[in-house]
């Protein structure tokens, strides 16, 4: 059966956000992070190549949207989409750090090409494994969000 896109997107789009409502969970370990940070008065932002009211919702849906409420940057709003570095600049020159002054952490490989390309300190998150094989050697991979804090802190 042949389905055309305008049809299938939709339909698509609306299976997500069911799937986003009904599971959609902060990481393991992100509270505590988070936690810690605003225990050291570090900052911290959200950087996605989402649209700015899907990384809304999904910071709704996790109950982490109070934490975020000025530090989101979307690529629609840089009109920058990762892996271009850009969009990382763009985060970092509006929370007012330069790009030395930041680590960045990422679950994409396009994300960690983003990172590594603005010559940002970047790790690589990959909680499905135990012992994580970067595929970019630039990055330092964990397994654990918990690690950022061992890392960075």
Not at 74 to 87: E, I, T, V
């Amino acid at each position: 059966m042949n389905v055309s896109v305008d049809t299938l997107e939709p339909l698509y789009r609306q299976e997500l956000e069911k799937q986003f409502e009904n599971g959609l969970n902060p990481i393991d370990g992100v509270v505590d992070v988070l936690n810690e940070l605003d225990e050291k008065g570090i900052d911290y932002c959200v950087v996605s190549n989402s649209p700015m009211d899907k990384i809304l919702q999904m910071l709704e849906l996790t109950g982490l949207k109070e934490r975020f409420t000025s530090c989101c940057f979307s690529a629609f709003d840089a009109n920058s989409w990762k892996p271009d570095p850009d969009l990382l600049r763009y985060a970092a020159m509006n929370m007012g750090y330069a790009i030395h002054e930041c680590i960045y952490v990422d679950d994409t490989l396009k994300g960690v090409q983003a990172g590594v390309g603005a010559d940002i300190q970047t790790f690589y998150f990959r909680a499905e494994v135990e012992e994580v094989d970067s595929d970019n050697a630039q990055a330092v991979s964990i397994s654990d969000i918990r690690q950022i804090v061992e890392y960075c802190l």
